[in-house]
Every structure is written in C-alpha cells, then in structure tokens.
C-alpha cells in the first residue's frame, strides 16, 4: 500500500451558527462523513453529534464548530464539538421528574469514551469516540 494511503485523513470541520438548525446540519454532516468512509450504520453517531450540538447550542457560547475524524490508533469515529462557553457538561444524576437532561447520561452510555478539555483561546471541546 502507498504510503499516501497510509497517512491519517485530516478532520473533517463544520461551523454553524447556534441556532436551532445547528443539530440538523451536523447530523447530515456526520451522516456524509460516514457515507464518505464507508460505515452504514451511523445512527450512534447522529445521537452523539445531535446531543453535543444541541448543548452548545443551548448552554454554550459563540459559533459551533464540529470536527469528525477516524482515530488514528484504532479507526474509531470521533465526534468533536467545539464552542466558546466556559461551562463544563456533566452526567446529573438520573431524575425520573425531570423533562430534560438526560442526554449525556444516555451519550455516556452509546460511546467507547467521552470526555471535556479547555481550549487555550477560551471555551472547551466536548469529545466522544464512537464504538
């Protein structure tokens, strides 16, 4: 095989404005992305990209940038969602009451790992690698 054929593909990036079409646009994002590499079954993914999108939409700050991009150690999807807010998410515990709140909970469940990290520029990434 070529080296060329070797070399790790660079992310794939979408900026959205944050807006209620925000979660929408990176579902067809990450849907062509998967279409592009071959993997049929995306519906994990639309979850996971649609839940991040949707908490930067509503909770964080500035535009929305989506990255999706196969891990160079193990060829899992990863899911990268960017914002400008300085609010960290977090699982809450489970609330039978509540009408919301429960996506990270479920996210937490539908991915290999999932994480947080600032960004040097201000705002955090919001990571979640596909199993």
């Avoid at 991009?69 to 039978?96: C, I, K, S, T």
């Avoid at 509540?98 to 520029?121: D, K, M, T």
Wanted: aromatic content about 8%.
């Amino acid at each position: 095989m070529p080296a060329a054929a070797l070399a790790p593909e660079a992310p794939s990036t979408l900026v959205l404005d944050p807006d209620s079409e925000a979660p929408r646009l990176a579902r067809r994002f990450l849907a062509e992305r998967f279409a592009e590499w071959g993997i049929e079954d995306d519906y994990v993914g639309r979850v996971v990209v649609c839940e991040l999108v949707t908490n930067s939409y509503l909770h964080g700050k500035g535009q929305i940038v989506v990255r999706v991009f196969l891990d160079e150690r193990d060829g899992r999807p990863v899911v990268e969602v960017w914002d400008g807010g300085e609010g960290r998410p977090e699982v809450r515990p489970e609330n039978y009451a509540a009408v919301s709140g429960r996506g990270l909970l479920l996210l937490a469940e539908l991915v290999h790992a999932w994480g947080v990290r600032p960004l040097n520029e201000g705002g955090k990434v919001i990571w979640a690698k596909l199993r």
